[in-house]
């Protein structure tokens, strides 16, 4: 998993790239990425499997945080081992945060 943060030079946005390998996840998975960004629409953003990871690409405002989990087959959540903090949710575990 990992995440790769590209900022504007013009704009104060950041082009963000989420990835997940395909290890993490069981064959033929769906992967879906849901957060702050997306009002948690849990299959709204889905990831496209290219090689051996998912990826989903979005531009974000600069300066603010985002908390976040990828959504796998609409069935369980999983964090990103490289996101910035993990803070606690509100159902008894800990979601992924990036700061920008």
Do not use: H
């Amino acid at each position: 998993m990992g995440i790769k943060k590209t900022y504007s030079k013009s704009k104060p946005e950041c082009k963000v790239t989420f990835t997940v390998s395909a290890e993490n996840v069981p064959d033929k998975a769906k992967v879906f990425l849901a957060g702050d960004f997306n009002n948690w629409e849990e299959q709204s953003l889905r990831m496209t499997k290219k090689g051996n990871e998912y990826s989903k690409s979005l531009t974000l405002p600069a300066g603010s945080s985002y908390q976040f989990k990828y959504n796998i087959d609409g069935e369980y959540w999983i964090n990103d081992d490289a996101a910035d903090e993990y803070p606690q949710n509100g159902f008894g575990s800990d979601n992924s945060q990036i700061n920008l």
